[in-house]
C-alpha cells in the first residue's frame, strides 16, 4: 500500500485495525518469551496502539515505527505525555516515558535504528502489506534484528478469493517459507475470530483465524 492511503485512512479517522484495549493475544502469550524487563520492544506500524504503554508498563523500552506522525502524536497525547521530538535520518523521532516513535516508512530502518532491540511485537504490520511488500518488509526490518531476538507475530487467515485486504490473510505456510532461513517459528494458537468481526462476514468472508507465533533468531 503506497504511504497516501494510509495517511488518508488516519486523516478520516478509518483506523479500524485500532483497538481500545490491550490485545488479549499479547497478555496472554508475552509472559512465555521470558524477555528481561529492560530487553527493548521493536512494534512495528505501530499506531497509537495500547499495546505499547502495555509493554512499556511491563519494564520494556518500546521502539515503535509509525509512517503517521499524527497517530504518534496522538498516542503520546492519549496517554498525557509531552514528547520531546527531533528529526533522526528519514524519520521524526518522538519520545517520552521510555517509549520512543519514530514517524515515517519502516523500509526506511538502518541497522543502528535497532541497536539494543532484543524483541518484538507484530499485530498489525505483516498482515498490513500486500503479498508484493512483505518480502522486502521482512528483509528490512527481521532481518536487522540481531541472534537472539524473540517476539510474536500475529497473522490473519481467510479465504483471498472471498475479501481484498488491507488487512491481508497471511498463512502458515507463508509465514514458515518466509521465516524459514534464519527464525525458529512455532504457532502457539490459532483462534477462530468470525463471530467477533462482522465487518468480515458482512464482506462475504466465510472463515477468519488469529494465528499467534513465537519468534526467534
Known sequence: ME??????????????????????LLLKHWPGLGLPRNATVLVPLCGR????AWLAD??????????????????????????TSRLHGAFTRLEA?????LAGDVHALRGPDLDGVAGFYDRAALIALPPSMRA?????????????????????EYPESEREGPPFAVHEAEVRA??????????????????????????????LHTCVYRMVR
Open 3 to 24: 504511504p497516501d492511503f494510509w495517511h488518508r485512512r488516519w486523516s478520516e479517522g478509518r483506523t479500524g485495525w485500532h483497538l481500545e484495549e490491550v490485545n488479549r
Open 49 to 52: 496502539s495500547l499495546d505499547m
Open 58 to 83: 511491563q519494564g520494556h523500552p518500546v521502539l515503535g515505527v509509525e509512517l503517521s506522525i499524527d497517530a504518534c502524536r496522538q498516542f503520546f497525547a492519549d496517554h498525557g505525555l509531552e514528547p
Open 97 to 101: 516515558a521510555g517509549i520512543t516513535l
Open 136 to 156: 522486502r518488509y521482512v528483509e528490512r526490518v527481521y532481518g536487522r534484528l540481531p541472534a537472539g531476538s524473540r517476539g510474536l507475530l500475529v497473522t490473519l
Open 178 to 207: 518466509a521465516f524459514q532461513d534464519d527464525w525458529s517459528v512455532e504457532l502457539l494458537e490459532r483462534r477462530d475470530i468470525l463471530a467477533l468481526e462482522p465487518q468480515f462476514a458482512i464482506d462475504g468472508v466465510s472463515s
